[in-house]
């Protein structure tokens, strides 16, 4: 498994930390944290990390509309929420605003794990495709 | 059922769950009355969330210090706590607990009708605080037992005429009611 750049935004100091511990066992790299909305964009921003994880009730901006900042800006970026929230109307909304995934809290590692490869998988699936159809725009022309 | 039974039996049966599979602890009995008193005594350490939508209500909670220190030794297990860090780090870890509970009841609570329910970050009062009932203001609680000591519920509302340090939001307000 190839190392995976992650950015952990939750206001909470204790979930940042066990989410940094769990994450790096598994074998991802913690480059960045944040605490807010606010401080996720500008950190997206200086790091470009390949992923993201999100909770969504911050103060100053809450998850749902960081991640359609993010993804507004970088179209390419992937952002799994981890959140307490349980409406299906909350998850909802965060897939419409980009998000790619979403894990409820209390989050277990291979819960965590599958929604970071699923959202990673989806980028490579893409590319993949796009490969495949140029190839195959290529041997039409030709 | 009235909304605020289904409020009080959501947050029951949430923080049985979340404290039975988290940290091991059953509750024993459970009791929920509206309170007719004219004030309402918070514990010395209470989380406060205000939740939004068709609920339009703060929520406080209040753990005996026993399910405190239970609560803060489970979750930084196995995490970096410096000695002047541990009173922050006790307010997180019930502030983090609380936040679970209720976002979990909000998946229960949610109706078509009444769109999205949203939820404050938490915030933590230290110290007892007393609270006055004016005129439209209503109070709920409900106490949940457990071998660690008690888990105090008290639903305040209407959200409009508090602020989420559970202050009455403006004088204003009071007069015009």
């Known amino acids: 498994m190839s ?19 769990m ?11 944040a605490a807010t909305g606010k401080e996720a964009i500008a950190a997206y921003r200086n790091q470009r ?34 959140t307490s929230h349980g409406q299906e109307k909350m ?21 965590v794990y599958e929604a970071i490869q699923k959202a990673c998988r989806r980028t490579v699936d893409q590319a993949k495709v796009q490969a495949i159809i140029e190839q195959r725009l290529n041997t039409t022309e030709s | 059922m009235t909304q605020i039974d289904r409020i009080m039996s959501s947050i029951a049966c949430r923080t049985r769950e979340y404290l039975g599979a988290e940290f091991g602890v059953t509750i024993t009995a459970a009791n929920a009355h509206c309170s007719e008193s004219d004030q309402l005594t918070l514990p010395r350490m209470t989380t406060v969330i205000a939740l939004g939508g068709n609920i339009n ?16 030794d489970k979750m930084t297990e196995g995490l970096e706590v410096g000695e002047d860090e541990v009173a ?4 997180a870890a019930t502030g983090e607990a609380v936040n679970t509970i209720l976002g979990h009841c909000t998946g229960d609570l949610a109706d078509d009708a009444g769109g999205v329910i949203t939820m404050t970050p938490p915030v933590i009062l230290e110290g007892v605080k007393t609270i006055r009932r004016m005129k439209d203001a209503s109070f709920y ?16 509302g209407p959200r409009m005429i508090f602020d989420n340090h559970l202050d009455y939001a403006t004088q204003e307000n009071h007069e015009h009611r």
């Open chain 2, 141 to 156: 609680t409900q106490n949940l037992d457990s071998a660690f000591g008690q888990v105090t519920v008290n639903l305040v």
């Open chain 1, 3 to 21: 190392t995976v750049d992650i950015m952990i935004v939750d206001d909470s100091p204790i979930i940042r930390q066990k989410l940094t511990v």
């Open chain 1, 23 to 33: 994450l790096e066992q598994i074998g991802y790299r913690v480059v960045q944290t």
């Open chain 2, 88 to 91: 922050m780090y006790r307010e």
């Open chain 2, 57 to 72: 209500m703060l929520v406080a909670f209040g753990f005996d210090e026993r399910l405190i220190d239970l609560i803060f």
């Open chain 1, 91 to 111: 998850v909802l909304e965060a897939l419409k605003a980009g998000a790619k995934g979403y894990v409820i809290k209390p989050f277990q590692p291979h819960v």
């Open chain 1, 49 to 82: 990390p390949d992923l993201v994880t999100m909770d969504i009730t911050m103060p100053d901006m809450d998850g749902i509309e960081a991640t359609r900042a993010i993804i507004g800006e970088f179209p390419d970026a992937k952002i799994v929420m981890v």
